[in-house]
């Protein structure tokens, strides 16, 4: 069988995969941020929080808990790398210092799980499992409470509630991520990923002598760092590295854990809006970037144009035998099409095309399809600016799902849709413009630009992975990009939550035969269309400047 | 909206209360749970996947790549190559530690070179001839379009344990020499090691060069 097909099977066997746990998924999840009751542990958690669960929330106090509960988190994480030099299961690991430590919580907190550091010399066990591990987790249920909350907007009227934020991250947690995370590590141990806390220790080789390794809870912290679509791996090569996935099986398995949820999410938003099909217009939006990407990917590795690959007569660099082209190209277009960054092959290794489509995934907003939670907000704001630009088209007052898009609601989808552009743009420029942040270049170039390019779009965007030449580790970089964390990530949540609250004060408009149909195909292609062209030009001059140039070069 | 100093501490309060006990849940019970049960269910692969040798000493892990270099000699950067034994691909992205010096722990890594980066070029170039020539024998010769790319470029992780069956085929007349087997023999040895995809689709054939220098080790002293 050529690799080709061999790939093009993997992608149907995820699709498969992907479309047997929709619906399951997808209802279950509606089930959990609907139903009115409380699991006993859930009332436990309730407890020792100080929170009921049942208050139901307008928006600025369900935003308060967001930035409450993260800023906590922001704090915590600081100070437990501040302090590790003096925790007992730190394996004798020194303190992280005070700008890496920052960038490392806010990285975390965000869901970006960029890394400055590196996972094996860096964090022992108590930062790794019992800190950046349950980031992973509630940096996740947050998205997905956040996301929750628009859906009920949109599902509700004359309210301007949104639901308990207490009650939505305890539950996404609990019913959602913990469920899944312990089959899934259980799977990835059968594969061969680690589970132990062996800490550091020495192991003969066929020659003699000795490897030293790192042991440590692997693959509980690699299961929920796919699901969560969190990205931040436990050693340096994170997804590349054999304890973290070590076969094709467990690849496909890790794609699927990264895909699952925020697929299975226009399921969630179809059942809580009322109308199924609605969700399915927005999974087919999804699906269409997700596959076209995949295939575009397929193709460039595969042609391998590029001066070093021509003459190793393949783009193998910074690929993994057991992986391939294939299972290297599927791998790296799920993980920056949805905000998890993890990496199974390093991207700047890629053709000049090949690191260019990783940029533009996530420079899209990480939409298709997303990731965990923020992916379907992200995917909804969009669809209000696609109806936007459909009513301005025919002359009519644009309105989705039943409400109307007024001056307020478009207001605030515009900001959203401006504050991961300045932030990359911006911040991209300034770096450029100053002497020292290009000294941290590996490459030269226009892929040295790419690199620069790459890091200010993964932090931003939450994504997390990199054009790892870059030396990020500098106090201009740890101090930067954790600012183009924590601002990408909870200045679009403030938008999002203002939004739903002002769509959940409306009365439902009355479907007309003036009604843009938001269910049909033509408004998924309409959607398709609109995400290219709004986000993807804004990004054209940056992406001509770095990918393009060496992409065509090659 | 109530924006006052108190009321922002006890939300605060209630953010941190929340994060410590969700922390008990993620970040102690959970994972000391799938441990539990990883040990008890797949001990072996829980702690490393490690293999032993015929002689059951254990000679590293079926996961993690390791060179198989003569000892370093005097003057040398870099110990040569063991060329008796299959060789791995390069692993030009490994680094050392660098923060916490009392160990010697390997740093996982890639390259991060581009495809017009000189450095790669040249390192793609000088793999190539050096691939070329170690494996090229008095009855066979090795053609530049032999050589397959994982033979000259490094993994992601730098701890790649397997090559491509070509890399190892392409071994096998170097490795007959140096032992003194027949050709036909260690073609066997690769053939009997070589994996195909998983259920026919998933993942790249490969060969893990841990087990197959093992294998070899064997059928050399078998020879005696």
Known sequence: MSP???????????????????????DHMARVYSSEKHLRVEKWIYKGIGA???????????????????????????????????????????????????NTAASFVANTNWQSYYGEQAMGHVVQTGGLAVQNFLSAAVGIAVAVALVRGFARSRTGELGNFWADLVRGTIRILLPISVIGALVLVACGAIQNFAGIHEVGQ?????????????????????????????????SAHPFENPNGLSNLFEIYLILVIPFALTRTFGRMVGSL?????????????????????????????????????????????????????????????????????????????????????????????????????????MAIIAVF?????????????????????????????LVTPALVLGFTAVAMAL????????????????????????????????FAGLNADTQWFNTTIGIAMLLGRFLPMVFVLALAGSLAEQKPVPETAGTLRTEKPLFTGLLVGTILIVTGLTYFPALALGPLAEGLAA | ???????????????????????????????LAVTGIAQVAFPGKANGSEVTD????????????????????????????????????????????????????????????????????????????????????????????????????????GLDPHISPEYAKLQVHRIAERNRLDVAAVDRLVADHTDARILGFVGEPRVNVLRLNIALKELVAAKG
Not at chain 1, 83 to 93: A, E, K, T, Y
Request: hydrophobic share 40%; aromatic share 10%.
């Open chain 1, 4 to 26: 080709v097909l061999a790939g093009v099977l993997q992608l149907l066997a995820l699709l498969v995969a992907l479309g047997l746990s929709y619906r399951p998924l997808g």
């Open chain 1, 52 to 102: 009921d669960p049942s208050v139901e929330m307008r928006w600025p106090a369900y935003l308060r808990g967001v930035l409450a509960f993260s800023a906590a988190g922001l704090l915590f994480l600081y100070l437990l790398q501040r302090v590790q030099g003096s925790l007992p299961g730190s394996l004798g690991f020194v303190s992280i210092d005070p700008d890496q430590a920052f």
């Open chain 1, 206 to 238: 066929f020659t003699g002598g000795a490897q030293q390794w790192n042991g440590g809870a692997v693959a509980s912290q690699e299961v929920i760092k796919e699901l969560g679509t969190n990205g931040g791996g436990y050693f340096n090569a994170n």
């Open chain 1, 277 to 381: 099909k609605q969700g399915y217009a927005i999974l087919g939006t999804m699906a269409t970037i997700w596959v076209g990407f995949t295939a575009l990917m397929m193709w460039t590795e595969f042609a391998h144009h590029g001066p070093a690959f021509d003459l190793a007569g393949g783009a193998m660099e910074g690929k993994e035998t057991r992986f391939g082209i294939a299972g290297s190209s599927i791998f790296a277009v799920a993980t920056t099409l949805t905000s998890t960054g993890a990496v199974n092959s390093f991207h700047s290794s890629y053709t000049g095309f090949g690191g260019g489509i990783t940029m533009l995934g996530m420079q899209l907003g990480e939409i298709a399809p997303g990731g965990v939670g923020s992916g379907l907000y992200g995917m909804l704001i």
């Open chain 1, 389 to 417: 630009i459909a009513g301005l088209m025919v002359g009519r007052t644009p309105e989705y799902l039943g409400k109307k898009i007024g001056t307020r609601e478009i207001k605030f989808a515009a900001c959203y849709i």
């Open chain 1, 435 to 466: 002497d020292t942040p290009s000294h941290s270049m590996t490459n030269s170039g226009a892929h040295g630009f790419s690199e620069i390019l790459y890091a200010y779009t993964s932090g931003a965007n939450n994504n997390g992975s990199a």
């Open chain 2, 1 to 31: 909206m109530n924006n006052s100093v108190g009321s922002t501490g006890r939300l605060l309060w209630a953010g941190l209360r929340a994060l410590l006990v969700l922390t008990v849940v993620c970040g102690v019970l959970y994972p």
């Open chain 2, 54 to 157: 015929a002689s059951g000493r254990v000679v590293g892990s079926e996961l993690i790549g390791q060179t198989y270099r003569l000892p370093l000699k005097e003057g040398e950067e870099t110990a040569a190559p063991d060329l008796r034994w299959f060789q791995p691909r390069p692993s030009n992205g490994l680094g050392s530690n660098s923060v916490n010096t009392r160990y010697s722990i390997i740093l996982s890594g890639a390259t991060n070179r581009a495809g017009d980066n000189a450095e790669l070029i040249g390192w793609v170039k000088d793999a190539k001839a050096t691939v070329i020539k170690d494996n090229s024998t008095a009855s066979y010769e090795v053609k530049p379009s032999d050589v397959p790319a994982d033979a000259v470029t490094s993994s992601g992780s």
